[in-house]
């Protein structure tokens, strides 16, 4: 094993590396315990996500602009921070009806990283300027850090290519800015504090990071006309269940019963939003599609337009 008294220096201040006295004796506590304790530290991630909502409001009208003028929105992590983003960017498609190369998740290590843990895959920057330079970023992708050290190789050296082709940047991290020595556009710095066991992240630093791509990803696709009051019509039929969904979704928002929600949809081509301004609308398939295609895919808007 190679020393690197430089890196350890590095770490041992890192507020994800510090110990947290409230769980010291979790050890010998019995089940009910443990989970309290837990369930007591999760209880501040919310409170810390709240410090920092400005500007995850403004990471969202970037990235929609960005969206509107045919970018993509790119998560780049390694170990838990980067499956939370492939995460993310999986269930885009059938919640909000996106092209699947829209919001992309990537992997220190790849695929296989996604359940076997690769080590060394993070270590390194050229690894994540190499993961850019392969999937060919343009200046108008969102390109996304998920670090919870703030300091992880592989995100440094996405982000740094993105800077240098111009792309819009931010990094999600869990230490304070005073710890992070990467300039982004967009610091999202949510200081959890210590885990319950030490360096753990999967805990309270990985429920920070869900809850931020929560709102980064569900916040654009808001923005882009995929929700109706605040119920997702942009989802995609790809099972039987989301095929019920869809139908539960056309009867409530446009009150017709089971089967004539089905025709509805079956009208429509099983397209949600077009069944639903057809049915409240009282339109044609031709005329609803051209009203949403008026109005950016917006009901709202275009069931008020002329």
Not at 43 to 52: G, L, M, N, Q, Y
Not at 193 to 222: C, D, F, H, W, Y
Request: one cysteine or more; proline letters at 3%.
């Amino acid at each position: 094993m190679k020393s690197d008294p430089e890196l350890f220096r590095k770490l041992e201040h890192l507020l994800t590396e510090q110990r947290n006295p409230l769980s010291r004796s979790i050890d010998i506590s019995d089940s009910i315990d443990i989970v309290r304790i837990i369930n007591e530290e999760d209880k501040k991630v919310a409170f810390s996500v709240e410090k920092r909502l400005e500007v995850i409001a403004s990471a969202i009208d970037t990235i929609v602009e960005q969206l509107k003028i045919g970018g993509r929105l790119l998560y780049f992590g390694a170990g838990t921070s980067g499956r939370l983003g492939v995460l993310d960017a999986a269930e885009c498609p059938p919640t909000f009806g996106t092209d699947p190369d829209l919001v992309k998740g990537y992997i220190a290590g790849g695929e296989k990283a996604m359940f076997v843990a690769q080590e060394g895959a993070e270590d390194r920057e050229e690894y994540g300027i190499a993961e850019l330079e392969r999937i060919d970023v343009k200046s108008k992708d969102v390109i996304v850090g998920l670090a919870a050290s703030g300091r992880t190789p592989y995100v440094h050296g996405a982000l740094k290519k993105a800077k240098e082709l111009g792309c819009p940047t931010i990094l999600i991290t869990t230490v304070s800015a005073d710890q992070v020595d990467i300039k982004v556009d967009f610091l999202i710095d949510v200081p959890v504090g210590p885990e319950v066991i030490m360096g753990s992240t999967r805990m309270k630093s990985a429920t920070a990071q869900k809850m931020i791509l929560n709102m980064l990803s569900t916040g654009s696709m808001i923005r882009l006309g995929k929700v109706y009051e605040n119920v997702m019509v942009d989802l995609q039929l790809t099972n039987k269940k989301l095929e019920e969904r869809a139908k539960k979704i056309v009867m409530m928002l446009a009150d017709v019963n089971y089967d004539e929600a089905a025709e509805w949809l079956q009208k429509a081509n099983t397209h949600v939003k077009t069944a639903l301004v057809m049915a409240i609308g009282g339109l044609n398939l031709e005329e609803a599609t051209k009203k949403l295609k008026n109005n950016d895919g917006f009901i709202r808007n275009a069931l008020n337009s002329e």
